[in-house]
């Protein structure tokens, strides 16, 4: 999957999400206006949407490009490794996670998030299992994400953690269709062009063809979910 860490990074995500998707979410939020802030995603879009409510935001990211981006968008834009937290005296009033799937699994992430927050709201998206899936989807997608957690899962954690659960949003399919598959396709071949003669490229293509086609047969067995998390100490 390296041909597809390319190309990801010039496009405006990493993963599949959208505009819409991280305005619902704030509304969902209700109306906040948090002291300290945390972003940790794949976007400039959401922390700057952030940003109106909040009286200070961190915003960070794993990769370089976005966090040099998101200065220049004058956000206070940090590097950190993958699955790093930044931390503040006295912890975060409102967090938003932007995750995928937990190589060391949902409780020790849920962990890091509460150990980070302070009394507030925490938004911790996971890749999620919607309904139980067909075999063939399960083993297409976990060998590309990693293992991915049933809904009720993520749910059963966070309360065993002591988090209330506010509410969630289930990211819509446009997410991943106009969102990820799109652009990345684009970008794909664009690539191409530029590569003809590369035997990597078209073994990359070939495999974000036959993933756009499992997402066109079984996308309705997952998505991101978007839990909205209260904190209360």
């Not at 106009?178 to 990597?200: I, M, V």
Request: charged letters at 25%; a negative charge; hydrophobic letters at 40%.
């Amino acid at each position: 999957m390296n041909f597809i860490v390319t190309l990801v990074q010039q496009m405006e995500r990493s993963s599949a999400g959208s505009g819409g998707t991280a305005e619902k979410v704030m509304e969902l939020c209700g109306e906040i206006a948090p002291p300290k802030a945390l972003f940790v995603g794949d976007d400039c879009f959401t922390p700057k949407l952030m940003e109106r409510s909040c009286r200070s935001l961190v915003a960070a990211f794993t990769e370089e490009n976005r966090a040099a981006g998101a200065a220049e968008m004058g956000l206070d834009s940090r590097t950190v490794q993958l699955f790093e937290l930044p931390a503040v005296e006295g912890g975060f009033d409102f967090i938003w996670y932007n995750g995928t799937v937990e190589f060391d699994g949902v409780t020790q992430r849920l962990s890091a998030l509460k150990e980070r927050a302070a009394k507030g709201l925490t938004v911790y998206r996971s890749l999620c299992w919607l309904i139980e899936p067909m075999p063939d989807t399960r083993q297409f997608y976990e060998r590309r994400f990693g293992v991915i957690e049933q809904m009720y899962t993520v749910v059963y954690k966070a309360k065993e953690l002591g988090f209330g659960i506010r509410d969630f949003y289930i990211a819509p399919k446009s997410d991943w269709r106009d969102g990820y598959y799109k652009p990345l396709s684009a970008a794909a071949r664009e690539y191409e062009g530029a590569h003809p003669e590369s035997s990597d490229v078209s073994a990359g293509l070939a495999l974000l063809e036959k993933e756009m086609d499992m997402f066109e047969r079984h996308g309705e067995e997952f998505s991101y979910i978007y839990f909205i998390l209260e904190n209360e100490g």
